[in-house]
């Protein structure tokens, strides 16, 4: 069964250093989503792209963050500098469909710890 | 913002009775899903129901809608231990990208 790839599945950093993480959808899904998941909180939508084009990245904090999906496959989500306040959990998410249609294949998820 | 709210937020059952748990959600939508998470994973859909449907059943899971209290409920049967997990609902506004709740914790005692 397809699955969404994720990596890393953990990962340590300290403050003001940059990180990275990496999702592979499954293959020939167009949309891809990053989610971030507060302890306790539901996912939180980041970013949204269709095929290599964002659709939303109204609540990604763009002074820190980037997103991009060269070639409209895989995704990489990168934090530089990171601050104690993005330890969360990263979840990649893509759908066959776009939009309000589509449901939705998660990741395992990157879980972020900054120290 | 938090569109859809869960509700009881955590909840307690004896194998093999019945779970509820409702969302509520403030603005129309063009329909509302149903995630599971088990601790510390991705989540896993469940079940999506349009605004223009009302029931929907998928094996022990039973879902309703209400658009005109906006709210919808989730119902699981015959509870078993592996239904032990967080239980999300999605709602899409309309012209709006996806919102997700809070979530409703459930444990399923043995």
């Known amino acids: 069964e397809a699955e969404v790839a994720q990596s890393p599945r953990y990962k340590i950093t300290e403050k003001s250093q940059a990180v990275a993480f990496w999702c592979d959808p499954i293959s020939g899904h167009a949309t891809l989503y990053w989610y971030r998941q507060i302890l306790g909180q539901g996912p939180e939508l980041l970013v949204q792209f269709q095929d290599e084009s964002v659709v939303d990245d109204s609540q990604l904090p763009k002074d820190r963050f980037s997103a991009e999906r060269l070639k409209g496959v895989d995704s990489t989500l990168k934090i530089q500098p990171a601050e104690l306040g993005d330890s969360a959990m990263y979840l990649c998410a893509s759908s066959l469909a776009s939009g309000w249609e589509g449901e939705q294949f998660f990741g395992p998820g990157t879980r972020l710890t900054v120290l | 913002s938090q569109q859809g709210e869960e509700d009881p937020q955590a909840l307690s059952i004896q194998e093999g009775e019945n779970a509820t748990m409702n969302c509520s959600y403030k603005?129309?939508?063009?329909?509302l899903q149903w995630y599971r998470q088990n601790s510390g994973r991705g989540l896993v859909h469940l079940i999506l129901?349009?605004?223009?449907?009302r029931e929907k059943h998928s094996g022990r899971l039973r879902v309703t809608l209400d658009t005109s209290k906006k709210s919808s409920s989730l119902l699981i049967t015959a509870s078993r231990a592996a239904d032990t997990a967080s239980y999300f609902c999605?709602?899409?506004?309309?012209?709006?990208?996806?919102?997700f709740g809070k979530g409703t914790r459930l444990h399923i005692l043995p």
């Open positions: 129901i349009r605004s223009n449907e």
């Open positions: 999605a709602t899409y506004p309309l012209n709006d990208k996806i919102i």
């Open positions: 603005t129309s939508i063009n329909n």
